[in-house]
Structures are given as C-alpha cells and as structure tokens.
C-alpha cells in the first residue's frame, strides 16, 4: 500500500489510525549491546479493507504483528505473514494473508526489539560521573555510568516502538516498563502500580495519557532523585506536585529550576484562562542532550545547563537561561501540548508562541530583569541575521515529512515566529491578544490546529483582520528594512527587503509587509502615535524635526534606515531613548553598515557617545555590533589595531568605575555587565585588566585558591589568561575541565581553551574534543576556534581532512552534525575560502545539512562584500579620529 501524498506532504496511508497504545519495555540488556524487548497493543480504527498495515519503524526488529477484531460471539484473529521496511522512509509494511475488514475497534499487537542508542534520539543512553556512589544496579558504559531517557521529536518516536508517527495521528498512551528494583522509572504521567518481576526487577505501570502526538511521549530510568514543591493554584480541588529529578547528588541544584516551575505553570494557567492539564509536573536533568530542552507532556526533560543552577559554583548568566528554558518548555504543555500543529510545517505555531510567552513569564517573575530589550538584543538581532540571507526561508514552510524538520528548527521558527508574534500582540493590546490564544486553545483542546485557525481566533477576539496584518510575515521569506528621507516637517517613509549582501534584486522585493511604525515625535500628539505602513512608500507630515523615532521600543520586526544626520542626531538625544531604543538603533546601524544601505562610520559614531551607559543590555548589543565589524577585519592588522584602541577607549570609564568587586545587594543586569566589561577589557589588551584576570588565575589554579575567582567572573578570567597566555594556562583549564563539578563548569572551561593562539597546542585541543568531550557539546570547541581568528582556518583544514570520521562520529544524530558545521564554518571572510567549502562539499551526500551549507554559503559571502567594500572607510574613519 503507497503512502498518501497530500499537499506535498508524504504521510502514512489512511487505511488505519490509532486510538490507544499499550507498551511495555522489558529485558532490557543493562551494558553490551543495552537492547531490549518490546511489546505494543495498538487499538486502532480500520477505516478501508486492506491486507497491509504501513507504520513507521526504524532501527527496530519486529518479531510477529497480529490483528484481532472483537465480535459480539467470537474474536478474528489476522497473523502477519511478514514485514517488509523501508529504511529511507523509515516505514515497515505488514502484510497480511487476509483482508482486514473495516472495523471500529481493531487491536494490532506487535512484538519487537529495539536497542537503547548513545546517539541522543529515541531511546538513549547518557553517559556521567556519579557526583556520589550510585545504585549497584547502574550500568556503565565504557568509564561512564548511564541513564536512559527518550527523545522523540520530531519523528523518532519510531526508533523506539512501531508507531503512526505523524503529529496530527493522536491517541492516549499505555506504558509500563521493567527495571531494576533500585533505579526510578519516569513517564508522562504519576505511576499506576508497581509489581515485582524476576529477581532484582520490577514493572513499573503508568496511568493512561491524555490523547495526544507520538513525539510527546517520554520516559526515563536512571539512579534519580527529586527534590518537590506544589503549585499555589488548586487544579480539581488539588496543588500540583512539580519535581525536578536529578542523577543521584545534584538535586540541590534543581531549587532554582523548582522555584519557577510552579509559578510558571500557575501564571499560564491564569493568562490562558485554562487549567494546566494533568496530574503532575516532572522536570529531568539529562546529562547528554541534542538540543536544549524538550517538552514532553508532563515529563520535560532538559540539558543540565538549561535546568540545574548551584548558587555557589554556577556563572550568574545561567540564572537567565534556566528561568526562561524551563518557562519556554512548560509555555509548550499548552501551546504544543494540549492544541498541536497540524503538521510540521506549522512548528512555528508551536515554537514561536512559547519562545514570546516564555519571555512574558519571566517578565513577570523577574520585572527587575528587562527582559523585553534583552528580547531585542539577543533574539531579535538572531532572526535578522538568519533572515537576511538569501537562503533564508518563510516562518512556514512546506516540509514533506518529518525527517526534513530539524533543519527548519531554526531562529526562523523560534525567534523570526516570537517576534512577529509580539508585533501583533502589541498592535492589538496584550489582553486582546491573550483572549484570542486562549479561544484558540479551548476550540482545538486535544486536538491540532492550523495557522487560520489561530488567526480566526485573534481576529474574532480584535475586531480586525489579523491574516490581512500578518499572514505575509508568516508565509513570504525575509523582512523589511524602512528607508526614511526628511524634508522640514515631514518624512517619507520607504519599504524594501532588506538583505546582508545589500544586492536585492526587483524580483526579490515584491513582498508589501504590514509594518508598524510606532512613531515617536509626531508634532501635536503626546507618546507613540500608531501608524500602519502598508504600502511600498508613504508620507507622515506634522513631525518634530529636533526629536523622532520610528519603532518604538522595538515592537516591529524591521530595520529602520535613518538618514546619517538623523543617526548623528539621535546619538546626542540618548537620553530620550528607552533601553530597547538604543538597542534597536545600534542594531540597525550596524546591520545597514554591514549590507552597505548605511557607513560603518556611523555606527561607530553612534557607539562613541556611550560612554557613560551603564546598562548591561545596551552594552551587551553595542560590543556585540562592534564584535561583527572586528570579525570581518581581523586579518587587517591595522583595522584591528585601531578598532581594539576604539573599544578600549569606549569601555574603560565604565570597566574602571564599575570595578571588579560587587556592592551589597548588587542586582542581577550589574553583575552580568561587570562580566561582559572585564572580559572585554581584558581580550582588547587593557593591561591593568589583563594582569589582575592573570594574578587571579594563577592563585585559582596554582595557588589553590578558590575564591581568587568568583563564579560569576569564570568566563571573563579564564578567557583572559588563555588569549593572553601560552601552554600551562592550556593545561589548567583542560585539568579543569576534568575536575570541575560545576554543572557549566565544563562549557566555560572549554570555550575558554578555544582562546588559544600557540598552534602548537591546536592539535591536542582538537583531539581533545574529539575524543573526550561528550558529543552534545563538542559544537561548543569548534565556536571558539571559529571565533578565533588564528584558528579557524586550521579548524577548517582539519575538517577537510577528517570529515569521514567526523561525520560517522556525528551524524547518528544530524541536529549535532548540522550545528557543528555551521559554528565551524560561518565565521569566514573570504570568497576563495567560500568557493573551497563549496567545492569539498559539492561531490557528497549532503542530506541532513543541506540547507546549512546554503546558510554558510550566504554568511561567509556577505562578511566578504561587507570587507571588501568598507575596509578603506573604516581605517580612515579610525585615522581621523586617533585610533589608527
């Protein structure tokens, strides 16, 4: 039987579709091959006669299938007669001697056997070493100890178990699983029963799941504990227990995790206006992770880093990114969860509402925060950059089947998807918007839903025509830069795609996008004055000519092109400006300098009025902005000499006044600058910096004291040493990597190897990452030797000459091989080393990275035209105003 094509989308025939699924795991083989035996009972509805069943498998042996149907008097039973898999489509067909006949209640059982994999999909193991002596049952791998935990989405679910593994192929799920009698079992719901099996294990049963898609069911087994807390709302008259499960001895660095679950799920509860939906709220440390986070309905599962936080030993930054990663994935157990995506192409839907709400959260949490500028400088700035290139594509595209997914995982559907989102819940007002949401998730409850139908719901709750404002921001590629020309009292106003390379063709800028243009400055009118631009070109009269701004806050999703005057003007008006303002402003500066549509001069002009600036987030966009600009030109020593001079000169009243020392009760955003300033000091060469980072480095590591460096200045000290020191710093840091117990201790220790500049050490960091540093984060190695610019062209010649290897090593799992490629190559500048890439790659099966390649293709392109065209601008610029 041919599977169903259905606009373009490649899809299991429609003969069967499940209703209820009864698994148990057992025998499971704890070290060698670590296989096991399965069992699933799949309750499903025949719909047409036929003598096949196609479902997806992959990787997995099935040992028999049979069907039997319940009559009133007697039960049918149908045996297979033989399986048939194609493993390209990671289907298995089986086949039958006899018509199935339609049947309302048809019960499929299929034996099978699967294998508990090491490559972070499906059913896997991860490896660790027991912060205190684990249960005797705990298997080892190698020098390692193991847990098991599952990952499903996007489709390997079929890894796992024989299953209908489409999103919108939905049914309640059964799961029992055998263990040892001293390890913890999880899964989406509360235990069901506990019965002994053979000697030393037992059967762990769970209670039925609500209905829902294969890629939310998870489970895990492993030597856990939890620490718990219970939400302040009643949900049917009870609190909610919420646990965070760490491997044995690591629970007490789930409190921070612990003390935003429950409010989270409680404030979502309230603004959804819809009770969260089961029983209980786990959260699971993973030791090895592809991705950040997973959402599986009421068993959420993280890398440690995005979930575990030690308020003595952990860097202050990981605050943030455990409270919005654990918002983010419990934001899913609604938006995702309770109403999920037809089909993959619609991921957005999924990704882009939790991204904004999870922001929303935290906003609420932590209001001290400001998180709505960081919003801007960090996901913003990231969907501009990856939308602006040509190989850019729409926030819903056209997928065929799951397996094409990951590679439209991306800052399109996450970031591009939030942003467009909280334009719109901006323009209709926040409570407006939440009404909506909330009328989609009643009407689609257990369900899945399109983008209309999202629409319909917003539209319904508003009054307006919200596909008309928004469905070309959805379903077109790109977005739009707003060019602004001035005459006395007026302003035309100017819509074009922007691109990086600056080169956009007639053909490529025939979107009109609905853009917002939150003006500022509107003469007689007090505040922001909405405006929706929805032509190509338009005329606002009536504007204050000493004081305008367009996108206030940075609500929209476009760069605003002002006239060089203009920018040199607003530059002396930073204090009229929000933080999000500034931040917007030299975002865009940088970005049209970059594509050429603007002058480096005025970027670096703008920034050299920020000197007194005290906020972390303006400072963090302005070196970042700064950051692009000596990336480009690193190879130009004389460009890079001056531009070091420019940035010493910019940060070092701040750097000196804020010190090295906190004040009591210091918040959080000035903790994080005085990282960002000493770090920045110290790799541009500020002596007085560099030497007390090497005196403090030396005491922590030869010295023994460990108080030399406070936790929250790790990155900044230890990047310091290793740029400016040699090969004992490199072995510090690489002993320190070994021995650290810090849960990010492993990351800083690594990215700050990265820093070296003796190439004599690159061989033994390169084989260090390749053969000792888990795979989830061997990307993070390669992105420091990318950054580098004395690196990374070896990185590259190290690539070319073990790719075989590198890809048999990676590409088990193609999330890790994709983002390794893409962290290794983007950061070039040349068209010779571009068209090399290309030609390397040209001859090879490039499937899983294909669009990547596009990416750094276009990437490594615009930083080329962006060297080439304004090197002679910058260095004159940096000459005449004494930094050159």
Known sequence: MAPVTVADRDVLPDSVKPINYDISIFDIELGGAFSYQGTVSILSKITTPTREIVLNSHQLKIHSAEVSLEHTKTQQVFKSTGTSYDVQSQRATLSFPDELPVSEKALLVIKFQGTINNDMAGFYRSRYTPAVTPAPSVPKDGDDHVMFSTQFESCDARRTFPCFDEPNLKATFDFEIELPEDQVALSNMPENGVRKSKDGFKVVSFERTP?????????????????????????????????????????????????????????????????????????????????????????????????????????ARFKNRVAYVVAHELAHQWFGNLVTMDWWSELWLNEGFATWVGWLAIDHIHPDWNVWPQFVAEGMQTAFTLDS????????????????????????????????????????????????????????????????????????????????????????????????????????????????????????????????????????????????????????????????????????????????????????????????????????????????????AGLLAFVEGLQSESNYLVWSQVLSSLGTVKSVFAENEEISEGLKKFALTLITPAVEKIGWEPSPNEDYLTGQLRTLLILTAGLNGHEGITSEAQRRFELYMNGNDKTAIP??????????????????????????????????????????????????????????????????????????????????????????ENFDTIYASLSKNMVVLDRFLKVSLQKFNGKEVEQEI?????????????????VIRDTILSRAAYKERDGKLILEWLKTHGYA
């Open 711 to 800: 936790s929250n200045l790790r990155s900044a000290i230890f990047g310091i040493s290793m740029r400016h020191g040699d090969k004992s710093e490199y072995q510090a840091l690489k002993k320190e990597w070994q021995t650290t117990t810090s849960i990010d201790g492993k990351e800083i220790s690594l990215r700050a190897m990265g820093r070296l500049r003796n190439l004599e050490l690159l061989p033994d960091y390169l084989d260090f990452i390749f053969t000792t540093v888990a795979t989830q984060d061997k990307h993070t190695g390669a992105m420091a030797l990318a950054a580098n610019s004395e690196t990374r062209d070896p990185l590259w010649k190290y690539i070319q």
């Open 211 to 315: 209905i829902m898609s294969t890629y939310l069911l998870a489970w895990a087994m492993g030597d856990f504990e939890y620490i718990e807390d219970f939400t302040k709302r009643k949900y049917n008259g009870k609190n909610i227990p919420v646990r965070v499960y760490t491997t044995r001895g690591l629970k007490h660095q789930a409190e921070y995790a612990l003390q935003h679950a429950p409010q989270t799920i409680d404030y979502f509860s309230e603004i959804f206006d819809i009770d969260y939906p089961l029983p209980k709220a786990d959260l699971l440390a993973v030791h090895e992770f592809s991705h950040g986070a997973m959402e599986n309905w009421g068993l959420v599962t993280y890398r440690t880093t995005a979930v575990l936080f030690d308020e003595k030993t952990s860097e």
């Open 838 to 854: 290309s030609i390397f790659f040209e001859p090879k099966d490039n499937r899983g990275y294909d669009r990547t390649l596009n």
């Open 389 to 600: 290139l040509r190989s850019s594509h729409p926030i819903e595209v056209p997928v065929r089947d799951g397996l094409e997914v990951d590679q439209i995982f991306d800052a399109i559907s996450y970031q591009k998807g939030s942003a467009v989102i909280r334009m719109l819940a901006a323009h209709l007002g926040r409570e407006t918007f939440l009404k909506g949401v909330s009328n989609y998730l009643k009407s689609h409850a257990y369900g899945n839903a399109t983008t209309n139908d999202l629409w319909s719901a917003l539209s319904e709750a508003s009054g307006q025509d919200v596909n008309g404002l928004i469905d070309n921001w959805i379903r077109k590629v790109g977005f739009p830069v707003v060019t602004v020309a001035e005459e006395p009292g007026q302003i035309s106003l100017k819509q074009s795609r922007y691109l990086s390379t600056g080169d956009v063709k007639p053909e490529e800028d025939t979107t009109t996008w609905w853009v917002p243009l939150g003006l500022e400055g509107k003469a007689g009118a007090q505040g922001v004055t909405s405006i929706g631009l929805t032509d190509k070109e338009t005329v606002i009269r009536d504007i204050d000519d000493s004081f305008y701004k367009i996108n206030k806050d940075n609500a929209g999703f476009y760069r605003t092109n002002y006239p060089p005057a203009r920018l040199a003007k607003l530059g002396t008006q930073i204090d009229r400006l929000s933080t999000a303002d500034k931040i917007g402003v030299i975002g865009d500066a940088g970005a049209l300098a970059f594509s050429g549509q603007a002058t480096t």
